[in-house]
């Protein structure tokens, strides 16, 4: 059974990021998929703040990807204008994700076949004016480890 998680407000959404990102350590990727305006960029945020961000996270939506310093290199990217997969090798993509900092996904789900081998799936769903349904599905060990870890 796959776990999910409500959330009544932006800022308990950014909450969930934030106990995300506690447990976070190098090498992890997230991927998160959902439609436009279902919470994606708003969890990325308390996870960067988690992370010792201290810099506006916003959806890097023109130029794909966006490199933040916390306490580790964050790649956050949106792959929501990726028109072809080649536009990947561009920014280095394969480089960084399977490198030694934090690889967050929005839009995940138009490049399955690119994601790593292991990560963790979170999906965003619309289930009221202010009620996100984010549903966790861990692919590989690590992933679980992180599930788990996630309070
Ligand atoms: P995405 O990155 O998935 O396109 P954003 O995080 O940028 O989505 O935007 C989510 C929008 O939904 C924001 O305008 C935010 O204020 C609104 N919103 C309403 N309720 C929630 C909630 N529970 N969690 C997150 N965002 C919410
Ligand atoms: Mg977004």
């Given at each position: 059974m796959p776990r999910s998680w409500v959330?009544?407000?932006p800022?308990?959404?950014?909450?969930?990021?934030?106990r995300l990102g506690a447990v976070?350590?190098?090498?992890?990727?997230?991927a998160l998929c959902g439609d436009l305006g279902s919470g994606k960029t708003t969890l990325?945020?308390?996870?960067?703040?988690?992370?010792?961000v201290r810099e506006a996270v916003t959806s890097p939506t023109f130029t794909l990807v966006?490199?933040?310093?916390?306490?580790?290199?964050?790649?956050?990217v949106d792959l929501f204008r990726l028109d072809r997969e080649e536009e990947l090798e561009t920014i280095g993509y394969d480089e960084f994700v399977a490198g030694q900092g934090v690889t967050l996904i929005e839009w995940a789900q138009k490049m399955r076949a690119r994601l790593p081998r292991e990560y963790l799936e979170l999906t965003?769903?619309?289930?009221?004016?202010?009620?996100?349904?984010?549903?966790?599905?861990p692919h590989g060990p690590?992933?679980?480890?992180?599930?788990?870890?996630w309070r």
């Open positions: 959330t009544r407000s800022a308990q959404t950014q909450t969930l990021g934030r976070l350590a190098p090498g992890d990727t997230v990325v945020q308390g996870l960067a703040k988690a992370l010792g966006r490199e933040y310093r916390g306490r580790l290199p964050i790649y956050h965003f769903a619309v289930t009221g004016p202010s009620a996100r349904t984010i549903t966790v599905l690590r992933a679980e480890q992180l599930v788990s870890r």
